[in-house]
Nanobody, 118 residues
Framework: QVQLVESGGGLIQAGGSLRLSCTAS????????MGWFRQPPGKEREFVAS????????SYADSVKGRFTISRDYAKNTVYLQMSSLKPEDTAVYYC???????????WGQGTQVTVSS
């Protein structure tokens, strides 16, 4: 199992920037992909971005392309989500997740709240 701890959430005004971090521990050698998801108030959880752990290939939801950047520090077992030009609709609980090669993400963090005020 991989343990994930997110940090960096908070309250920010629209147009601002915020960086989320997620540090993995445990069986990190099994990581294939790391992802960020979010769950807006009253809505279902949705995909935000992912990065292939070993080669760094990234993928983004259309709603965040050009505004969010996912990256990873292989040595620190940490994945980041740099969020810029934030909008009120980006308000959500953001979750980090680890994929170990299967179809689904296997391990999840506890989530960190991001609130964007207008």
């Amino acid at each position: 199992q991989v343990q994930l701890v997110e940090s960096g959430g908070g309250l920010i005004q629209a147009g601002g920037s915020l960086r989320l971090s997620c540090t993995a521990s445990g069986r990190t050698f099994s990581l294939v992909r790391m992802g960020w998801f979010r769950q807006p108030p009253g809505k279902e959880r949705e995909f935000v971005a992912s990065v292939m752990w070993s080669v760094g290939i990234t993928s983004y939801a259309d709603s965040v392309k050009g505004r969010f950047t996912i990256s990873r520090d292989y040595a620190k077992n940490t994945v980041y989500l740099q969020m810029s030009s934030l909008k009120p609709e980006d308000t959500a609980v953001y979750y980090c997740a680890a994929n170990k090669g299967g179809r689904n993400y296997d391990d999840w963090g506890q989530g960190t709240q991001v609130t964007v005020s207008s």
